[in-house]
């Protein structure tokens, strides 16, 4: 039997985060844009068309949502580990790819970070 790749991707997860070093950051939340992809495990791939018999999707974006809301994060390194470890936390997750982007930081372009171990 061939082996078949699972993944879960949520794709821009836009959130308001309080993160960053400067001033305005620490007393103003901004804009963040989250994409990750999770590598699953075959061992939760739903036989029938019922949701208990995998993993639900909407536990990781639950999961990424809390992590930002917790506390203030200085470093956006930081704060996508943080999510990046949580995730893959998860005993049918074989890895994951967690990208986080702060698009509003600068007037010409978009900073990001990313981190994976797929």
Known sequence: MKTRN?????????LMASIGVYETEKKNKQKITINIEI?????????????????DYSQF???AKDIVDSQHFELLEILTNKIHSSINNNKFVFGSKVNICKPNIFDDCEVAYE???I
């Open 6 to 14: 699972r993944k879960i991707f949520i794709n821009n997860l836009e």
């Open 39 to 55: 590598l699953m495990t075959n061992d939760s791939e739903p036989k029938g068309d019922n949701l208990q018999e995998t993993q």
């Open 61 to 63: 974006r639950k999961l």
């Open 115 to 117: 981190l994976s171990n």
